[in-house]
């Protein structure tokens, strides 16, 4: 069984216009100019192409509601999943009560965090409210790592997630993207308890710089379990393809490539 553990969908008219989004600080910012078909539809019909049995949505801001995704993924029961998402992470009770509507009556399975976008750090005591809330509920969260957009690369450093993780030990903490080029962090931070790393971008980054070798023996430094596959479609197949054809090139067992695949993120899904 394949899962793409990292996805985007985007509400109409978005699907066939510019992707856009606006950050906490005001600013408006895109795709460049990107013209993608980012629907529900589309996506179903490149998981189908691609062999993907299922796949995990993230909501985003301006981009996609949680009323909407919750729509989506009741429309494909075992085939869909959603991750919320909260305004403003800062924001206390706010958020929390935004999480827990999420989950106790749309029925989405995790949450997505975005550093840049959001303006904050994973190691500012502000979230913890929140991240204890979703350890709580045994819902993981899946935190944006990747220096994107460009004048926010330190909030997204890998190190925030290892402070957070030690201030709530409980949480399911997800490394989104491998820490981009930051990967390397990963060696130290991904063998605790509770923490995975999801691959987009960044695993094909390590092949690309250093060899389809390296990202092997990288894998196993930090865990197999601890790896997700994810490719962080928004509308187009590309990363995705490389990705599954990446991780089938690797010196891996069977065993070890259904387990990046999709088993070690069906267990997180199925541990509520």
């Known amino acids: 069984?394949?899962?793409?553990?990292?996805?985007?969908?985007?509400?109409?008219?978005?699907?066939?216009?510019?992707?856009?989004?606006k950050i906490a600080d005001g600013?408006?910012?895109?795709?460049?100019?990107?013209?993608?078909?980012?629907?529900?539809?589309?996506?179903?019909?490149?998981?189908?192409?691609?062999?993907?049995?299922?796949?995990?949505?993230?909501?985003l801001s301006g981009v996609v509601s949680n009323?909407?995704?919750?729509?989506?993924?009741?429309?494909?029961?075992g085939r869909l999943y959603g991750f919320a998402w909260v305004d403003n992470p800062r924001d206390g009770s706010g958020s929390v009560r935004q999480l827990e509507k999420a989950v106790k009556e749309l029925g989405l399975k995790g949450l997505k965090l975005h550093p840049?976008?959001?303006?904050?750090t994973p190691s500012d005591a502000e979230i913890l409210p929140l991240v204890r809330r979703a350890a709580e509920l045994r819902i993981p969260v899946?935190?944006?790592?990747?220096?994107?957009?460009?004048?926010?690369?330190?909030?997204?450093?890998?190190e925030h997630i290892d402070a957070l993780k030690k201030r709530v030990p409980e949480a399911t903490l997800i490394v989104g993207?491998?820490?981009?080029?930051?990967?390397?962090?990963?060696i130290s931070i991904a063998p605790q308890p509770g923490v995975y790393?999801?691959?987009s971008w960044g695993l094909t980054l390590a092949a690309e710089l250093f060899?389809?070798?390296?990202?092997?023996?990288?894998?196993?430094?930090?865990?197999?379990?601890?790896?997700i596959f994810g490719s962080d479609w928004f509308g187009f197949n590309s990363e995705r393809h490389n990705q599954i054809n990446l991780i089938q090139k690797m010196d891996l067992t069977r065993e070890e490539k259904e387990r990046i695949l999709g088993e070690n993120v069906r267990n997180i899904l199925e541990a509520r």
Not at 67 to 77: C, I, R
């Open 116 to 120: 840049s976008i959001q303006a904050f």
């Open 177 to 186: 993207h491998m820490g981009m080029q930051r990967f390397m962090d990963l």
């Open 211 to 227: 060899g389809v070798d390296f990202a092997t023996r990288f894998v196993r430094r930090i865990g197999i379990e601890r790896v």
């Open 1 to 21: 069984m394949i899962i793409d553990g990292h996805v985007h969908i985007c509400e109409p008219p978005y699907t066939q216009d510019k992707l856009t989004v």
């Open 67 to 77: 009323e909407f995704l919750s729509d989506v993924v009741k429309s494909h029961p």
């Open 197 to 199: 790393v999801e691959t």
């Open 142 to 158: 899946l935190i944006h790592s990747y220096p994107w957009p460009p004048g926010y690369f330190a909030n997204n450093l890998p």
């Open 27 to 59: 600013t408006t910012i895109g795709w460049n100019n990107l013209r993608a078909d980012a629907s529900a539809e589309r996506l179903l019909h490149d998981m189908d192409e691609s062999r993907v049995d299922r796949a995990i949505i993230m909501g």
